[in-house]
């Protein structure tokens, strides 16, 4: 999943093909049925289809269609396939792959290899496979899991191969997530750590402060031992301030997203804008605040999304789109808090939170690898199995 997209589209291409062609295909629609986190994952994927009445560009809608087909069909048939039971053979598949993805990403850095085979990827901002958008947080991701390793590793013999392996593979990856750029997955990582350190020693005044000083000493280490993420966190407080001198910034061009879509939403708030017309609507919103703001044409791009999955689905959908969103991740939430399995409860909250944080910073449910992730965890952790 973490290394390729056309790996990735094959093997969920085949799974659904023989889905539909080995026998017992009546029992695995009924199953879907049954299962609420299937019924919300296609009720969300079904308001892009109904937007589609009222949207005029209609080529762009069945764009967003194709994108958006993991939550209409991959994840109801993946619903119907996993098992809980195998959950530690499909976390130890995505952290082989994220392992090799690390090593990769740590030999450009070395310059083993160059950079230019990856898109987006340079010395100094050594990502593989896929750009830093979804890099740190697949990295930020994973470190929850090898956390989890590490700390039930340690609690068995702490000098143990397995408890010395796990500390290297934990090491290897928060570096690597403050190496990079991605301050999106940086943020998630903070909150997963907070979630880990609740989740594994209670909620209490003790906890409280440890994950406190714990926050605190890591993100002290990151800004003072990497350039890259001193410069990216100082770049946050240099482009909010200087915002309507310079707004073609990262930061500048994130606000002017978020602002006109707030009120591409606030023009149609019942039913939003439809699936298939943001990019239109959002020109033209964008050149009445240019023209409010005396910003030349170039300094607040076009963009066929705000960056935020919240707003982009408010846009699109309006308050009735946005209900359906958190239906779905309320849903989500529901099954986890009935999952037997304490660890996979744990996983399935911690999922939950990290994807809530992460949409402010950009559609990540939109987005190919971070919609993958999101969808082949969703099929295990958010599972009530009867049998």
Do not use: C
Not at 26 to 32: D, H, P, S, V
Not at 224 to 245: L, M, P
Not at 358 to 376: A, C, E, P, S
């Amino acid at each position: 999943m973490p290394l390729s997209v056309a790996g990735a589209n094959l093997v969920a291409g085949l799974i659904i093909i023989f889905w539909f062609i080995i026998k017992g295909l009546k029992n695995r629609i009924k199953e879907i049925f049954k299962n609420k986190v299937a019924l919300a994952s296609i009720s969300f994927f079904m308001i892009h289809v109904i937007g589609l009445l009222w949207t005029v560009n209609i080529e762009w809608g069945m764009e967003i269609i194709r994108k958006m087909l993991e939550f209409g069909l991959l994840l109801p048939v993946l619903l119907t396939i996993t098992k809980q039971a195998n959950y530690h053979q499909y976390v130890n598949s995505f952290l082989i792959a994220i392992f090799i993805m690390v090593i990769t990403s740590y030999l450009i850095s070395f310059g083993f290899i160059s950079p230019n085979i990856f898109r987006g990827s340079t010395i100094e901002n050594p990502t593989s496979f896929m750009s830093q958008i979804s890099y740190s947080p697949f990295l930020a991701f994973a470190s929850y899991f090898i956390g989890q390793r590490l700390l039930d590793s340690f609690k068995k013999k702490y000098y143990s191969p397995s408890f010395l392996f796990n500390l290297f593979f934990f090491s290897i990856v928060i570096t690597n997530l403050f190496i990079v750029g991605g301050r999106t997955g940086q943020a998630g990582f903070f909150l997963l750590l907070i979630v880990f350190i609740y989740q594994n020693f209670g909620i209490n005044l003790k906890t409280f402060f440890l994950a406190k000083i714990l926050t605190i000493a890591v993100f002290s280490i990151a800004f003072y031992s990497s350039q890259t993420f001193n410069n990216r966190i100082s770049q946050i407080f240099d482009n909010y301030d200087n915002y309507y001198v310079e707004p073609a910034t990262s930061i500048g061009l994130r606000m002017s997203f978020s602002i006109n879509t707030i009120n591409l939403f606030l023009e149609n708030p019942i039913l939003g804008i439809g699936t298939g017309d943001f990019p239109e609507e959002y020109v033209l919103e964008n050149r009445k605040y240019i023209k409010a703001n005396n910003f030349k044409y170039h300094e607040s791009l076009f963009t066929v999304n705000p960056h935020n999955m919240y707003l982009y689905v408010l846009s699109l959908f309006g308050m009735f789109g946005g209900i359906v969103f958190l239906y779905f991740f309320y849903t989500l939430f529901k099954t986890a808090s009935n999952v037997k399995n304490k660890s996979i409860k744990n996983a399935g909250f911690a999922t939950i939170a990290f994807f809530l944080l992460i949409n402010l910073g950009d559609t990540y449910l939109l987005g190919h690898f971070t919609t993958f992730l999101f969808i082949v965890f969703s099929s295990f952790l958010f599972k009530l199995e009867t049998d």
